[in-house]
């Protein structure tokens, strides 16, 4: 059974470093390339990067210069780290894992509701 | 990047009521996705490859397009149906991108 969860702070002050953890099981992150998809509160999606099965990334490149993205395949799991947060990186963060083709995403995690303030 | 336009934004349907929903893209894509999300809940795979439907999703359900123009039908609304609907894609290259969602609303 496939299974995504991500864990992390719920309030974080501007300016400083957002950490998310991503928990999967029912699948290894060596197999499928899994993502992270963000949601401000009331608006659509965006994706903002992603960990290959190889362990490359890719990232929004709006995103790209405050972000990074790991996994420890050990524990199975996947990390996001963004720093100088603002407010308007304030939002639902999910973990998303890939199709076997990589084209979309077949499973989701519940989300990480971040709040960026002082 | 490749931009996804939907529309509309948001649409109210009663019951029985067929609906349609677009998906416009910038570039010519091979393949459009769908997501449904509901109130406080993450998004779900509902469609992939353009017009098959992800396990669990009723058959009302039906998914069309090429090119630049996609589109997600129902062939007759139920209140279950009642939620917000993305569609997304990939061309070979991140990023993924998503349209900006459909609010489908219960008349």
């Known amino acids: 059974q496939v299974r995504l969860k991500e864990s992390g702070p719920r309030l974080v002050q501007p300016s400083q470093t957002l950490s998310v953890t991503c928990t999967v099981s029912?699948?290894?992150?060596?197999?499928?390339?899994v993502s992270w998809v963000r949601q401000p509160p009331g608006k659509g999606l965006e994706w903002v990067g992603a960990i290959w099965k190889g362990g490359s990334t890719d990232y929004n490149s709006a995103l790209k210069s405050r972000l990074s993205i790991s996994r420890d395949t050990s524990k199975n799991q996947v990390f996001l780290k963004m720093n100088s947060l603002q407010t308007d990186d304030t939002g639902t963060y999910y973990c998303?894992?890939?199709?076997?083709?990589?084209?979309?995403?077949?499973?989701w995690g519940q989300g990480v509701m971040v709040t960026v303030s002082s | 990047e490749i931009v996804l336009t939907q529309s509309p934004t948001t649409i109210a349907a009663s019951p029985g009521e067929k609906v349609t929903i677009t998906c416009r893209a910038s570039?010519?894509?091979?393949?459009m996705y769908w997501y449904q999300q509901k109130s406080g809940a993450s998004p779900k795979l509902w469609i992939y490859?353009?017009?098959k439907l992800a396990s669990g999703v009723p058959n009302r359900f039906s998914g069309s397009g090429s090119g630049t123009s996609y589109s997600l039908t129902i062939n007759t609304m139920e209140t279950e149906d009642a939620a917000t609907y993305y569609c997304?894609?990939?061309?070979?290259?991140?990023?993924?991108?998503f349209g900006g969602g459909t609010k489908l609303e219960l008349k």
């Open positions: 570039s010519s894509v091979s393949y």
């Open positions: 029912g699948f290894s992150v060596t197999s499928y390339h």
């Open positions: 997304q894609q990939w061309s070979s290259t991140p990023p993924w991108t």
């Open positions: 490859d353009t017009s």
């Open positions: 998303a894992k890939h199709s076997r083709s990589g084209y979309y995403f077949d499973y």
